[in-house]
């Protein structure tokens, strides 16, 4: 059995910090390549590199049946017409599903099959869970005004995949047309 210290961990919804976690941070400039109108990256990148999001990543033990979880803060924001997002990733265990928990703020998470390329864009907000599926790349985005924060609960094992995405992004992109939220095939 672990020890307490193990057994129990507490997050703060807020700020997505967890006591004794560490955390991973995102800047823009680690988001090339991820947006669709690259002028506009450009041109934020050189007036700065906030950051867009951070990870505290909960790591009880590693066996084959054990769990992880992460608790993100994804700020809100724009480049061109698509929202800030988190770089998105296939876990490396294809097998491995993951549990979205909304705290706070709204968002929503594209979904993309592996295989076929079907995409679903699905709400990720307060009292909201998604389900993420096996073989299944996911990215999360902020549509508020508001820091998005949520906790992804994943097998020990499932491991990040960054490369399938980094070569060739999804499929669809999520942006503001018209004062509403689209889902659309990337050109
Ligand atoms: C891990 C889980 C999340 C993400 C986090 C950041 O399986 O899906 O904790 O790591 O949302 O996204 P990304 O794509 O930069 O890892
Ligand atoms: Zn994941």
Not at 16 to 29: D, I, M, N, Q
Request: hydrophobic share 40%; aromatic share 8%.
């Amino acid at each position: 059995m672990l020890n307490t210290e193990k057994l129990l961990s507490k997050f703060n919804p807020l700020t997505a910090e967890v006591s004794g976690a560490p955390t991973v941070k995102r800047h823009l400039h680690d988001l090339r390549g991820c947006f669709a109108d690259a002028a506009a990256f450009e041109k934020a990148a050189a007036a700065g590199n906030p950051l867009l999001y951070q990870v505290a990543v909960v790591e009880p033990a590693n066996g084959d049946g054990d769990l992880h979880y992460g608790v993100g803060r994804l700020m809100p924001g724009k480049i061109g017409d698509e929202y800030f997002m988190t770089k998105g990733h296939l876990h490396s265990w294809r097998a491995a599903a993951e549990f979205y928990f909304g705290l706070t703020g709204e968002g929503v998470m594209l979904l993309e099959d592996e295989a076929t390329g079907e995409s679903h864009m699905v709400p990720l907000e307060p009292n909201g869970v998604v389900y993420v599926p096996g073989d299944t790349a996911h990215r999360t985005m902020n549509t508020g005004k508001t820091p998005l924060t949520y906790i992804g609960v994943y097998p020990a094992k499932a491991g990040h995949d960054y490369g399938a995405i980094a070569k060739n992004n999804f499929r669809c992109l999520v942006l503001e047309r018209g004062g509403k939220l689209a889902m659309i095939e990337r050109k």
